[in-house]
């Protein structure tokens, strides 16, 4: 089945200080991101990226059930900052 899904950084998570932002790139998105390309090279996510206008990204994730969908986004390292649909 395919999913779309939706993840927007929650208002209370963003940096507070440059130093905050840089910190939040190195070690949250540019893993996240790289951990992305590798489900797009398994096709496990079929088409995506980065919404315009916000730090958020728009998925559509292939998965055998909605459990197999939750812990795929939940392994995601910029999940817990992020409010998802």
């Not at 840089?22 to 995506?48: H, R, S, Y």
């Amino acid at each position: 089945m395919q999913y779309l899904v939706q993840m927007r950084l929650s208002s209370s998570a963003r940096p507070m200080s440059p130093d905050d932002g840089i910190k939040f790139i190195k070690e949250i998105v540019l893993p996240t991101l790289e951990q992305c390309e590798k489900l797009q090279k398994d096709k496990t996510i079929l088409a995506g990226g980065p919404m315009s206008g916000a730090f958020a990204l728009a998925l559509i994730v292939t998965a055998e059930s909605a459990q197999e969908l939750d812990d795929l986004i939940t392994s995601l390292p910029v999940w817990p900052r992020m409010e998802t649909e």
